[in-house]
């Protein structure tokens, strides 16, 4: 059998105002020729640095079925199909709109300052033994990511999980607009990104623009323990939503956690969801992944799914690539040491978390927990307070070491003592050899830092240790 189709030429050419030059079917969609599955639509957007109709003769080599075109693409094949259309990325948005236009599926949308993708993550899991659940992919949450997301989702879905981001005022407004969620859901607000917003609390406004693309009948899950619920729960209301469901260890919360017990790669969890009692296994350490789950409970109930299943899958949610993906690194000369990936992204926030669930671990014989900082990014005047306020939960984890880059982290790593500094470079590169040259058997380490602090390089190297030549004792 063969794949199903997503868009016929005619349905494309009717949501963008295209013109197709012949008939042709896709049962995919992509902006990116390297990615492109052999039945794709290939959509030819012009970014900033790269124009997509330079890739179309390889995105028709990798098997496209067709692609969405504002000119004569250079190379193509002239037997292939074409959509040409005033605009790509407002063909994209296009079939985005059409897409939700004609599919019966529930609708969840997730935003918020940390978390969004992992718990946007949980909630695809927890619904996808209820029915064909489309979830989108990676962190695909902007201009961009969000309508392709969109354009993606099958015509027998029955539920849908969108992923929502922003760094400016008006974004989720207009994303908001495109998905028009059943159920949004904001993890919570914490100075992220703050640089541009100027206060928490304008934060919250932005994150709130998620409810301007629902209905009266949708509904809101909120974070009852952050102190910008209430600004929330109000924005909601004001929308005219008839239902806000908050989530957390307050008293009544829809979503209440009753208990957990924290444990080095998972936590037990014990809650109350509207009233009915649920006790699971989540497969992800630290607290701020139980809060996670928490929200991913309402959703499920406030999108009509059936709880006992969505607890059940808890206990199968892994971690992703950047965020706390962990790796057992054996060493040339003997031993290993774990490593956890969480060099996707950084905040002040999801710091405190990282550093948690260090703390909980426990090195081998001999070892260390080590902790490898980048800058946090976009954080505005504060940033180097925000920096070193942080010395009091690396002791709190017990940190043996501290590896920092950048001149924000620096803060950090001045306001610490002697025997907690390993290492300070300008940049992760400059103190990449600093960490590979100190890490020893029995260590568990992180890595973390903001996506423009670059930190995957150091994970990268710490992963290829394995494969080195033994090297010489250091004396450390």
């Not at 990615?35 to 098997?63: C, M, N, S």
């Not at 159920?183 to 932005?206: C, K, L, N, R, W």
């Not at 380490?445 to 602090?453: F, I, N, P």
Request: aromatic share 4%.
């Amino acid at each position: 059998m063969g794949a199903k189709v997503l868009w016929t030429s005619a349905e494309a050419a009717a949501a963008t105002g295209g013109r197709a030059d012949r008939a042709w079917r896709a049962s995919g969609a992509s902006i990116d020729s390297r990615t492109v599955e052999p039945g794709d639509l290939f959509v030819a957007i012009k970014g900033e640095k790269f124009d997509g109709h330079d890739f179309v003769a390889d995105a028709f080599l990798r098997g496209a079925a067709a692609a969405v075109v504002s000119r004569p693409p250079a190379n193509a094949p002239e037997d292939k199909p074409l959509l040409t259309v005033k605009d790509t990325l407002a063909a994209l948005q296009g079939l985005a709109r059409a897409a939700r236009a004609r599919t019966g599926a529930r609708v969840i949308a997730v935003t918020g300052s940390v978390g969004k993708t992992g718990t946007k993550e949980a909630i695809g899991l927890a619904l996808s033994g209820q029915g064909a659940t489309h979830v989108s992919a990676g962190n695909l949450n902007n201009e961009i990511g969000a309508p392709l997301s969109l354009a993606r989702m099958p015509r027998e879905a029955a539920f849908a999980v969108f992923e929502l981001g922003m760094n400016r005022a008006g974004e989720i407004s207009r994303l908001s607009s495109l998905v028009k969620p059943d159920v949004a859901v904001i993890t919570t607000v914490e100075p992220v990104h703050i640089e541009f917003f100027g206060s928490v609390e304008a934060i919250a406004d932005a994150k709130a623009e998620i409810f301007d693309g629902m209905t009266r009948a949708g509904a809101a899950v909120l974070n009852m323990d952050n102190p910008l619920f209430e600004r929330l729960s109000a924005a909601a209301r004001k929308r005219g939503l008839a239902r806000v469901l908050g989530f957390g260890a307050a008293e009544g919360a829809f979503a209440r956690l009753i208990d957990c017990s924290l444990h080095p790669t998972c936590s037990a969890v014990s809650a109350q969801i509207n009233g009915e009692r649920l006790d699971y296994c989540l497969s992800m350490p630290g607290r701020h992944w139980v809060m996670n789950s928490l929200a991913a409970m309402a959703a499920v109930r406030a999108a009509g799914g059936d709880l006992a299943p969505a607890a059940s899958s808890m206990s199968r949610i892994k971690p992703l690539k950047g965020r706390g993906l962990r790796h057992r690194v054996a060493l040339p000369g003997g031993g290993a040491f774990e490593l956890i990936d969480d060099s996707y992204n950084a905040s002040p926030a999801s710091v405190r978390a990282a550093l948690a669930v260090l703390g909980a671990m426990k090195p081998g014989a001999g070892g260390r927990r080590i902790a490898v900082l980048g800058d946090m990014l976009e954080l505005g005047a504060a940033a180097g307070e925000m920096h070193a306020e942080l010395a009091p939960d690396v002791k709190a984890a017990g940190v043996d070491l501290v590896f920092a880059c950048g001149p924000e982290m620096r803060r950090l790593y001045d306001a610490l003592p002697a025997k907690q500094r390993g290492a300070h470079a300008a940049n992760s590169q400059a103190l990449l050899p600093r960490v590979v040259g100190a890490v020893r058997a029995g260590d568990v380490v992180v890595v973390k830092g903001s996506l423009g602090s670059r930190m995957a390089p150091i994970v990268a190297t710490l992963l290829a240790v394995a494969d080195a030549p033994p090297r010489a004792a250091n004396g450390n």
